[in-house]
């Protein structure tokens, strides 16, 4: 079994994934636009360019993305990247809150050397953590 995430734009899909692929390292695996559909009869011309389905990875996991015409923005769900640096985690902060909003800013707490929230220009909600060392229980 495995966990995937999806996830519906407005129409700026594949301009997210360009941000992610620029910013992130991300790499597009494949993008279907509603004008590659095989079933024509229910898209709209305004919507033949948009993403139908597109698969990125990011990192080892796989991100699957959409655009939908009446997606409604994350509300309580966050994509969690976890950093090898700080240096890092606050590229990573800066990048995906230009243009967005900072939810948590980016600090030290007592569970990571690193740990912010945002939700990107796209509307997608992101943590950004460097974890400290778990010690292992005796």
Same mark, same amino acid.
């Given at each position: 079994?495995?966990?995937?995430?999806?996830?519906?734009?407005?129409?700026?899909?594949?301009?997210? #994934?360009?941000?992610?692929?620029? &910013?992130?390292?991300?790499?597009?695996?494949?993008?279907?636009? &509603? !004008?590659?559909?095989?079933?024509?009869?229910?898209?709209?011309?305004?919507?033949?360019?948009?993403?139908? +389905?597109?698969r990125i990875?990011?990192?080892? &996991?796989? #991100?699957?993305?959409?655009?939908i015409p009446? !997606?409604?923005?994350?509300?309580?769900?966050? #994509?969690?990247?976890?950093?090898?640096?700080?240096?890092?985690?606050?590229?990573? $902060?800066?990048? #995906?809150?230009?243009?967005?909003?900072?939810?948590?800013?980016?600090r030290e707490?007592?569970?990571?050397?690193? $740990?912010?929230?945002?939700?990107?220009?796209?509307?997608?909600?992101?943590?950004?953590?460097?974890?400290?060392?778990?010690?292992? +229980?005796?």
């Open positions: 079994m495995r966990l995937d995430t999806y996830v519906n734009f407005r129409g700026n899909c594949a301009e997210a #994934l360009q941000y992610y692929e620029k &910013h992130l390292g991300a790499k597009t695996g494949m993008i279907m636009t &509603h !004008a590659e559909a095989p079933d024509q009869s229910r898209t709209s011309p305004e919507w033949r360019n948009a993403v139908l +389905h597109a990875s990011i990192g080892e &996991h796989e #991100l699957m993305a959409a655009d009446n !997606a409604e923005p994350m509300r309580s769900a966050y #994509l969690t990247l976890r950093m090898d640096t700080d240096l890092e985690a606050e590229r990573v $902060f800066a990048a #995906l809150s230009d243009g967005g909003r900072v939810l948590m800013p980016i707490t007592f569970f990571a050397s690193r $740990f912010g929230q945002v939700q990107d220009r796209f509307g997608i909600n992101w943590m950004i953590l460097n974890e400290r060392p778990v010690q292992p +229980h005796p």
